[in-house]
């Protein structure tokens, strides 16, 4: 079940369950539709995966199954992701 994470990882906007902009990878990093699409592309800073729309839990089962409250903060270091470039990562042979 999902988690449901209160904030962005990256620059800890308010992303309530109700929210239609947070964005999410197979993991669950939870990121705001502008730090995903403006920063990262759609791609998770954190494992590569893709961002795709964290659904939004029915009204009705958040008394059951309450959304997290553990809030993630952990801004992603943009000048050095702007540093290294495809080439750094190629193996040389």
Do not use: W
Not at 34 to 45: D, E, H
């Amino acid at each position: 079940m999902l988690e449901i994470r209160p904030t962005c990882e990256h620059c800890n906007s308010a992303l309530p369950n109700t929210s239609t902009e947070a964005m999410i990878c197979s993991f669950e990093c939870t990121y705001c539709k502008t730090c995903a699409s403006t920063l990262f592309n759609n791609v998770c800073p954190s494992c590569a995966g893709n961002l795709l729309e964290r659904p939004i839990r029915p009204i009705e089962m958040i008394a059951k199954y309450p959304a997290s409250s553990k809030v993630v903060f952990k801004p992603k270091d943009l000048e050095t992701k702007k540093k290294q470039s495809p080439k750094s990562n190629e193996r040389k042979h």
